[in-house]
């Protein structure tokens, strides 16, 4: 096999979000899996939506997940080619001119839909008198153009949904061009694609239908179809659509929440597929193992929370240097005397690095009260058995061996009085580590507060 060349298709009219970015994934893992190419195609040539700032953004947001380009160009340079493309299908008689008004094919749809007939486009536009064209013109209508589809089967074996097949004949002759001379994004693609000598279209199962013009289209031109895959597309953990707010989380927002590229990257390539789904440390990792065939005919299911947890599991092996470095933009890090310590005390407990600001106020900030009513006289021993000086990691095991001895408690009666007395919570960081994180001036303090 030749080495592939794919296409990442994105519009500019918004930031790169979790239902996008699994098709730019699939696109890049399999190209770069096989040592073939990877482009970016900017989809703008819708002129009012598309900015140059969301055209930035999404590149930002690619590089942030690792995903870069051999080649990028934008549709709104290739006009030109488009409409090369166009006198080409006119001289072959494939596209022609419609003046139907919106309104008047809403009413012919819903015409043929009241007549129990699919609401397929009647091709009048193919019979018009040269009087007829006239008059539309004299009163302002200007044509839109329709490819005439064949009227056959159009068939391929896409690499994820296997055999396919659309009966052209049940579907509209589409639109290629407004009335106002601007581009339906069917035919750009396809002239794209040829003229990049793509080898393989990559995208999501909401452009089947569109693959069976888009073949014709190829043909027509004189191209070959590439080959296609189409991707289940994403829902949410309960089974149902992947709700607008999902949908639409964008990787600038993730990555301000601390989500890490691999935990995206990971969860996106994996889910949908038989493999499972955990965290991997590249992408390079991720290419190799990737193959259409394990990729599922059922929607995949996006869970937020198992970014999460691919978060923590980032953080966990996370080089103690760059954590702290990570830490430092908090505010409030600067209190921490011990950075690493910190690191190691709470990389257990967080998921994302903003949590650890949660874990910088135990330390250094109020912590919450909590009921020891019951446990008076214990943390009355407690604080004459706290050691003084300097805490090491040994600390904790002295002092409460003592106390085991001198109280007779054991297990949680032994421990919880003293994680609640100290931090305000029943759940966290392991206490050995937590108290030489407090050291004993504060130690001391919090449980003298405790005590009423
Ligand atoms: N701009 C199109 C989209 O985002 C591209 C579809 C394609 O990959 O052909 O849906």
Redesign the pocket.
Known sequence: MTSPIV?F???PTGRLHVG?VR?ALINYLFAKGQNGKFLLRI?DTDLERSTKDYEDGLKTDLNWLGITWDDTFNQSDRFGNYDAAVEKLKSAGLLYACYETPEELERKRKIALSRGRPPVYDRSGLSLSDTEIKAFEAEGRTPHWRFKLSGDRVEWNDLVRGPQSIDTSSVSDPILVRGDGSYL?TLP?VVDDIEYGITH?V??ED?VTNSGAQIEIFRALGGTSPDMAHTPLLIGADGQGLSKRLGSLSMMELSKKGIEPMAIASLLAKIGTSDNVELKPSLEVLCEEFSFDKIGRAPARFDEADLYKLNAAILQEMEPSLAVAKLAELEGFHTIGAPELFWDTIKGNISTISEANDWIEVVTGKIQDTDLSEDQDYLRAALEHLPSGAFDLETWSSWTGELKAATGRKGRGLFMPLRKALTGLERGPEMNRMIVLLGEETCRARLEKAIV
């Open positions: 296409r298709a994105p519009s996008n098709t989809d994004y693609s279209v995208r999501g452009h």
